[in-house]
């Protein structure tokens, strides 16, 4: 089935520790994005990433590392210099920047 | 950069009803999506709008752009239709998605 994979579901870090969350597209899209929600709000963009070798930083990137080494992989380090990590992150792809953009079942990252 | 407003906040529906919410924005866009967040969290896609009218069953969209505004129509609403709505647009400077905060939905038996 094509779509957006995100692992895993739920997480639980220590303080001070790193974490990556993976995600994996196979529907051969160039754009993905890292969005942050925290409980009753909107979503916000962390990173994006136009194209494979390429990443830009949204709104909110403190404390936040991506890479794009291949083009259906987008995996997000929370540093623990990100001084609130605990929300619910969402990855999504779309054929190209500012096309139709689709998301995956998100990745749930609380700190113990 | 671009700022998006949806209203409102929270909507109570018996069954059956119809209803209608809005998105403004602040600038021109190239596109705009209306999203479901269900319960699980899973944002489902409702429409790819950036200008024109669409429908989708009892659900339909209509975006004029030159007057900054989207509104989403439910019609019938039912039980399943529950959950938070999403606005979200990409503008021509920052060309990723801008959210709004939501509508909450809750349509009551």
């Known amino acids: 089935d094509g779509g957006i994979t995100q692992s895993p579901k739920y997480l639980f870090r220590k303080e001070g520790q790193n974490v990556t969350l993976s995600c994996e597209q196979n529907l051969n899209h160039d754009a993905m994005y890292w969005y942050r929600q925290d409980p009753g709000q909107g979503l916000r963009l962390i990173y994006y990433s136009q194209i494979v070798n390429d990443f830009q930083k949204g709104d909110i990137a403190e404390g936040y590392s991506v890479s794009r080494e291949k083009k259906e992989s987008f995996p997000l380090t929370v540093t623990s210099a990100q001084k609130n990590p605990t929300a619910f992150y969402l990855c999504a792809s779309s054929e190209l920047m500012n096309t139709e953009a689709f998301f995956g079942q998100g990745t749930r990252l609380t700190v113990v | ?109």
């Open chain 2, 1 to 109: 950069g671009i700022q998006v407003e949806q209203s409102p906040p929270d909507l109570i529906l018996q069954e059956g009803a119809n209803s209608t919410l809005r998105c403004n924005f602040s600038d021109s866009v190239n596109n705009l999506q209306w999203f479901h967040q269900n319960p699980w969290g899973q944002l489902i896609n409702l429409f790819y709008i950036p200008s024109g009218t669409k429908q989708n069953g009892r659900l339909s969209a209509t975006t004029v752009a030159t007057e900054r505004y989207s509104l989403l129509y439910i019609s019938s609403s039912q039980t399943t239709d529950s959950g938070v709505y999403f606005c979200a647009v990409g503008g021509t400077g920052r060309r990723a998605l801008t959210f709004g905060s939501g509508t909450r939905l809750q349509v009551q038996p």
